[in-house]
Every structure is written in C-alpha cells, then in structure tokens.
C-alpha cells in the first residue's frame, strides 16, 4: 500500500522511531501493516501507540511525536501529534586567546591542531605552519614549519595531529579570480569567466615534530586529486571553483592512522556533504565517501574526539550565514536498511557557534574532553588582529552514555562506529 491510506497519507517521514526495540521505519513503509503487526507490548492502553518522528524539520532541530489509536474496524488513526523543539547544548564563553610573536597571517588563519602544550596554526594564504607553546592563556611562536620550498602557496585548510604525527592538507579547489571594482568593466567580465587551477593546492603533508615544535626527519608529500577525479560524486565537482560548490576540502581529522577529510563543498541533494575517508600511503588506491546531514552548510573543519568527530559548519559560499557545531560518530547517515543490520549514522546539532561582525569561524581543535564537557578553540579569520576563542559545551544526554566510557580511557577501534 506504501502509504497511501487516506487515513495515513499525510505522515510521510524520512525517519522513525517507535516502541520499545526502537525499530526504525522509513518513507516506504506500509504502516497499516506494520501497525497490525506490532506485539501485545508495543501498545500503550486502550489500543494506542505512539512514535517519535525525527526530524520534523529541516534543520533537524525538532521533533514531532505522534499517537495513533485502533479504531474499531482494525485500522489506525493519528488522533494526536505534538513538535518538540530540540534543546541546544549550553555553549560557554572562556575568553580570547592570544597569540604572540610574529605569527603569519594573522587575520586569515583557517586551520588549528593541538599536540599537548603546542598549537599548530595554518593560513590559507601562505605556504607553512607555525607552531607555538602555551604560556598559560597565552601561545608563543617558536617555529615555522615550511611545507613548500618553490614558496607556491598551499591554501592550507586543516591540520590534525595524532600523538607525533601531524597530517596538513590543502583545499584541492579550483578558483575564480576575484573582481575589483578599481578595474575595467571588460577586465572584470573576463575575470568572472576565467577559472584558475593551481597545483599547489592538491597537496596533502605528513611530518613528525618533537617536543618543541622541530620537524623529525622529513615531510612526506602526496595528493588526492586523482581520486577525486575517478570518483563518481567528486568528479562532477571537480573543477567547479571552491566557492561555487565545487571540490573544497576544509577539514581533516585522524583516527587510527585513517584520515578524515572533510568538504565544505559540494553539498548534494538532501544537504548531505560528502567526507572522504582513506590511508595515507604515497599513492593512495583504497578510499570511500560517507555522507553527513548539516542542513544545507559545508564542512569548514573537524576534529576527531572521544566516539565520533566535531563538524564546524558553515556556509558553502562567501554569503552571509550562521556557523553550527555537530557531533558525527562517525558512520553515514545515508538512510535505509543495511545488510549488514547496523543503523544509520548520527549526526547530532549540538549549537551556534558565534562570530564576530565581518568574521567567518574557520577551525576547532579539541583542549580537553571530560564527563560532561568538552573544552575547544575556535579560529576567525577576516579579523584585523586575528582571533581565537576558547569555548566549553556540555554533553548532551544523546552522546554522554556513549563517551563517558571512553573519556580519560583507550578508545579503541572497536569503539569507533564502522562507516
């Protein structure tokens, strides 16, 4: 019947919840059938029976919980329905983090990594990292790290690290020149016409560092552009500019030796972005896209943490638009039944990340994990000076249960949620 009663043709959903054994159910399903055949226990008096219907929109903020009851003749009626709003986990404040010495590109840092008491900091408009030690809420700069010798820059996007090992990656996006309006008309015509490829962006770093920030034998150097060319989903996007949907890596993160990589664009039907996942050998030939819901932003960074990844969200282009901050646990949220019987992944809206007027949040690394909260930094660039701000988030009761057990433990990979 696929929901074509006309008792129930009005409750299409992407995804629900009911009963007890939490069984999920999807757009397909025939739900006078499946109500029929719901055991004795699955009701709630009288012959009603509720479920919880997630998301109730689009932003996936809201829940919507409904009631049918058997009526006489066997079938099932929805005689209630409520929407509940999603409560956001509280964000606090820490205050301004300072950065001192003569730190690159200070407004236009995009990318942060933190290896206990040194933060790693990358522009997009250079060709390095720098590397600073805490001093109490302050960081000092103590080294450069050059990825590049030609000085070609390497619109570096996303830094993490894991234990020693630290992992750079670049954008990997084409680009459009930008008009200025001290040009001429045809100059500007030309220029929004005129797509730019630069290599020095397909790059992809692996180095050690010590204890103070100096690099351990050598910087090995790879690329993702020939997967992205040979996948069927990257290569539609491959060279439409970075700003414009098109292929733009802005986040990774490590677990277990495999590399996250996280896209601002594209974002494809039903918002979901893809994140590429894969080794780092000298040429890489195994790899696989997962796919998360952030309603309708891009990935601007993440970072691995206990169970799962924070996602920094934002908009895809250059536009006005808020920036949000997501728990993932790692698996894709493709909806639908699975052979192997495992659910869906989660993707859970944890706030609003706030931002200066003028300035666009561009990086998160994790300080410190415990209990209830996680302690974090975020980076902005556009600003004058630069910023960065450290913020603490409480857990939400959907990820407390699950982390708890890993905090201030191993997390091993069996822990970790298979994609």
């Known amino acids: 019947m696929k929901n074509d009663s006309p008792l129930l043709k009005d409750h299409h959903q992407n995804s629900v919840k009911t009963g007890k054994n939490g069984e999920k159910i999807n ?23 509720g479920v ?12 919507k919980i409904k009631i049918f009851k058997k009526m006489p003749r066997g079938y099932w009626q929805c005689t209630y329905e409520q929407v509940t709003k999603t409560p956001e986990t509280v964000l606090e404040f820490l205050g301004n983090v300072e950065f001192t010495g003569e730190v690159y590109e200070a407004g236009n840092v995009s990318a942060l990594g933190i290896i206990g008491d040194l933060l790693l900091i990358g522009s997009d408009e250079g060709n390095k990292i720098q590397v600073l030690k805490r001093n109490g809420s302050r ?3 103590i080294q450069d790290i050059l990825l590049n010798d030609d000085g070609k820059e390497v619109d570096v996007e996303g830094i993490a690290c894991d ?22 008309y045809e100059k500007n015509r030309n220029m929004i016409e005129e797509v730019i490829y630069e290599k020095s962006r397909d790059k992809l770093f692996r180095l050690k560092i010590d204890k103070e920030g100096r690099v351990i034998g050598n910087i090995k150097k790879t690329s993702l552009r020939k997967i992205i060319d040979e996948n069927n989903v990257l290569k539609v996007f491959s060279r439409v500019p970075g700003k414009e949907n098109g292929v733009d890596i802005e986040g990774i993160a490590v677990h277990n030796s495999v590399l996250y990589f996280g896209f601002r664009g594209p974002v494809l039907r039903g918002n979901y972005v893809p994140v590429l996942v894969c080794p780092f050998p000298k040429r890489i030939r195994e790899s696989q896209l997962l796919y998360v819901n952030l309603g309708g932003r891009g990935i601007r960074d993440f970072v691995r943490v206990n169970q799962g990844f ?15 901050l997501y728990f993932w646990d790692g698996r894709d949220c493709i909806p639908g ?16 990340i706030p931002t200066p007027e003028n300035a666009k949040a561009e990086g998160i690394t994790v300080l410190q994990e415990r209990k209830s909260t996680y302690e974090f930094l975020i980076t902005y660039d556009s600003l004058h000076k630069g910023g960065t701000r450290r913020f603490r988030i409480t857990k939400p009761p959907a990820i407390t249960k699950a982390t708890n057990s890993a905090v201030n433990g191993a997390d091993s990979p069996a822990a970790m949620p298979k994609p």
């Not at 757009?27 to 029976?49: H, I, K, R, S, V």
């Not at 924070?310 to 920036?323: R, T």
């Open 139 to 141: 960081y000092r700069l």
């Open 163 to 184: 234990g020693d090992t630290v992992y750079i990656v670049g954008s990997h996006s084409w680009k459009r020149p930008k008009m200025r309006p001290d040009r001429t």
């Open 27 to 49: 757009g397909d399903t025939d739900w006078e059938t499946f109500l029929q055949q719901l055991p004795a226990e699955e009701f709630y008096g009288n012959g009603t029976f």
């Open 310 to 324: 924070f996602i920094l969200a934002g908009p895809v282009g250059d536009g006005p638009g808020s920036y949000q």
């Open 337 to 352: 039944k699975r052979m192997t019987g495992d659910p869906a992944g989660q993707c859970i809206y944890l706030c609003e």
């Open 52 to 63: 919880l219907v997630s998301p109730a929109a689009k932003n996936g903020r809201a829940q």
